[in-house]
């Protein structure tokens, strides 16, 4: 299989440093929070002691999420001390499962599909995985995959997995609780469990989307070369890279800015047509 491994450099002029720290309501530290500048591609992620650096050019508004607790939007002046205030979840029914796991089967792998990975900056991309009828037989998803390329000898990412909302977009979480997993160095392909988080396929379809983590324990600094004779610039890689597959289909789905947006191509008269896609190359394992 040909693997390609795209690098898109992104430059911008530097004004202020922002510094700060996400705690709860406990006055505990809150790790790897999602920290966007809102309508921008400017992001990063706090550390496991909650702490956050951000470069902006001005003030900005900034947005602050992790499952688990509510959003938050400040301006970048008032960030110093960020408190999240945990989500409040109405208690449902109680589903009792009867899990049999008699049948398997796996999605998401297409056939012929081309692999790159790409450094995009910060904005990430779901995968959407329509519901079948046959998936009424194996309705628990029991395992996820991704395949990453990873320069270090471990790096951490974010799984998240979403429901369908009534723009087509990704809504809800399915889960209460961030799913933080680690990749092992190389392009590689490497299997979750999910058994114990009782995941049930939704009936309107699934989103899967993969987030990197801008810390310290993921990022990879090197030397390189610039235009200017004998001038050199620091690069600044955060691991691990996501594959995508060149595929198929009518719209891609990026989470930009702080906010979840469709794309698609089409025709003179407004039409939606179908065309190849780049896609992040997820895969799932269900089972009954």
Avoid: C
């Avoid at 796991?101 to 779901?126: L, M, R």
């Avoid at 990704?170 to 997993?181: M, R």
């Avoid at 891609?252 to 794309?263: A, I, N, Q, R, V």
């Avoid at 025709?267 to 992040?280: H, I, L, Q």
């Amino acid at each position: 299989m040909k693997y390609t491994f795209i690098f898109i450099l992104f430059s911008i002029s530097l004004f202020a440093q922002v510094k700060g720290k996400v705690i709860d309501e406990n006055k505990q530290p809150i790790p790897y929070v999602n920290i966007w500048v809102e309508g921008e591609n400017v992001s990063t992620t706090s550390d496991i002691d909650g702490h956050f650096t951000l470069q902006i050019t001005e003030e900005k508004t900034l947005l602050f999420s992790s499952l688990g607790f509510e959003k938050k939007k400040l301006q970048s002046t008032n960030v110093s001390l960020v408190q999240l205030l945990p989500t409040t979840y109405e208690l449902g029914e109680i589903l009792v499962l009867n899990k049999k796991e008699t049948k398997k089967v796996q999605i998401g792998h297409p056939e012929n599909s081309i692999h790159q990975a790409f450094e995009n900056g910060p904005k990430f991309d779901a995968k959407y995985f329509p519901y079948q009828p046959n998936y009424k037989r194996t309705q628990y998803i029991k395992k996820v995959s991704i395949f990453t390329e990873n320069a270090l000898e471990e790096a951490s990412v974010k799984i998240h997995f979403y429901s369908k909302n009534s723009d087509g977009l990704p809504g809800e979480e399915l889960l209460k609780k961030d799913y933080i997993v680690s990749v092992k160095k190389g392009s590689r392909r490497t299997w979750f469990d999910l058994t114990s988080l009782n995941v049930v396929f939704p009936k309107e379809g699934l989103f899967v989307a993969i987030e990197r983590l801008f810390i310290e324990k993921n990022k990879l600094e090197k030397t390189v070369p610039t235009n200017q004779p004998n001038k050199t610039k620091i690069q600044r890689t955060y691991y691990p890279l996501p594959f995508y597959s060149f595929v198929e289909g009518s719209h891609t789905y990026t989470f930009l800015g702080g906010k979840w947006t469709k794309e698609s191509k089409k025709d003179a008269e407004g039409n939606v047509v179908k065309t190849r896609v780049f896609e992040p190359a997820i895969q799932l394992l269900l089972t009954n």
